[in-house]
């Protein structure tokens, strides 16, 4: 468990990265910092492993004041992943998974044996391991990056926005595997994004950020998406647009789901035509599937929380 206690940091600039920012980040469980660039998400996740100290308040991790720690062996049990994967362009594919378990002192042989087994984790092809980065797409950088994070075993991954880079299709694949090795490894992970899509995909916990680390609201996709708790809330989620008020159509050779225009959003599967809207409605997505919407899931007409009508 991962605790911020009234955090606040400004740069020696006078910039107020993060102002006064309290929060529980559950073990075993994905939370993601959401908002627009600048709103303090990097530096919140940086504070983790101390590559930033905050100039007040603390963070424990499972009840130890991190402040207390070496920075070097509070680092042992953390992962990192950044953006644009952060690899040694010089250094082989091998070579870059396995430098810091060599570093802390594994032996060359095993450090390799362990690096190649990660490429299996992360989905990458063994063939790949000679080549240098610069020879892989930007995908499969990624997932280079992803094992890397991973050499140390950590208990923790931070990820700062670790598939912004990549196209949309790819972005997918990649985060249907983060979402895998979550089921998998039950690391605890936090993750940082701009992207309020790829948030309520991964996230158990979502925190939207105003600028400053100032929380606009904390909760679970479900709760944030039935429940926006203001206006900027619900600009930032879509929900003041109608974006996410799905329901659905029925076809006569099945139930469709579509947006608030008319545009096709997913299909229900596991649902009989007559009876599906009642199991919609009722059931709130459980048997459904809708393309890339949130697992929050499709709305039936008598979920659909966002109407708009009442902001
Ligand atoms: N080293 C630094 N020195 C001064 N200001 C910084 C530094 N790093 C970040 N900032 C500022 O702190 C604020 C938050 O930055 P950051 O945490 O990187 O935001 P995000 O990751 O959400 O884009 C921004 O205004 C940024 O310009
Ligand atoms: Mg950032």
Redesign the pocket.
């Known amino acids: 468990m991962i605790e911020f206690h009234a955090v606040t940091n400004r740069?020696?600039?006078g910039?107020l990265?993060v102002d006064d920012f309290s929060l529980v980040l559950p073990s075993y469980k994905t939370t993601v910092f959401v908002?627009t660039?600048?709103?303090?998400?990097?530096?919140?996740l940086r504070m983790i492993n101390r590559m930033v100290d905050p100039t007040s308040g603390s963070i424990d991790i499972d009840g130890a004041d991190i402040g207390t720690l070496e920075p070097v062996k509070l680092r042992r049990g953390i992962g990192y992943v950044m953006q644009n994967s952060g690899l040694l362009p010089h250094r082989k594919v091998i070579d870059n998974v396995a430098t810091v378990p060599m570093l802390r002192g594994m032996p060359k042989k095993r450090a390799r044996e362990e690096a190649l087994q990660l490429l299996d984790t992360v989905g990458l092809d063994r063939s790949l391991a000679n080549r240098y980065p610069s020879q892989l797409s930007g995908g499969q950088q990624q997932r280079v990056g992803v094992a890397r994070g991973l050499a140390v075993n950590p208990n923790i991954l931070l990820m700062d926005e670790p598939f912004g880079a990549v196209d949309p299709i790819v972005r997918a694949e990649l985060q249907q595997e983060l979402l895998r090795l979550q089921r998998e490894l039950g690391k605890t992970v936090v993750f940082?994004t701009h992207d309020i899509d790829e948030a309520f995909l991964l996230g158990d916990q979502v925190v939207i950020?105003r600028t400053g680390g100032k929380v606009a609201q904390v909760g679970s996709p479900a709760e944030i998406l039935a429940n926006p708790i203001d206006e900027f809330v619900a600009t930032f989620v879509g929900a003041d647009r109608g974006k996410r008020s799905l329901h659905v159509e029925n076809h006569g050779d099945g139930d469709i789901v579509v947006d608030e225009t008319g545009r096709l959003a997913g299909v229900l599967v596991g649902s009989s035509t007559t009876s599906s809207r009642a199991s919609a409605a009722s059931q709130s997505g459980s048997e459904s599937q809708c393309g890339s919407e949130s697992k929050a899931g499709p709305r039936g007409p008598g979920a659909s929380a966002q109407g708009g009508d009442s902001r």
């Open positions: 740069f020696p600039d910039t990265a908002g660039s600048g709103s303090g998400k990097t530096t919140l940082v950020l």
